[in-house]
């Protein structure tokens, strides 16, 4: 069971981490919930808060430089 946690851990910050270029590259938040392969923006946006510590909004704005 620990194994099977520990992959599914390292799948999801895969999975993020190709958020992160997707998001980087100009794609939305849905468009890029579905590439990695969430159904919903809403559970998306949830787990990448989990993984990231802050919301996609806030990371794509302090990628900017901007604050939202």
Not at 26 to 38: D, H, K, N, P
């Amino acid at each position: 069971k620990e194994a099977r946690c520990q992959i599914s851990d390292f799948m999801t910050r895969v999975r993020i981490a190709r958020a992160r270029e997707l998001l980087s590259d100009g794609l939305s938040c849905e468009e890029t919930a579905r590439a990695v392969g969430y159904s919903g923006e809403r559970y998306f946006k949830k787990v990448f808060h989990e993984i990231t510590g802050e919301s996609v909004a806030m990371w794509q704005s302090r990628r900017k430089g901007v604050r939202p």
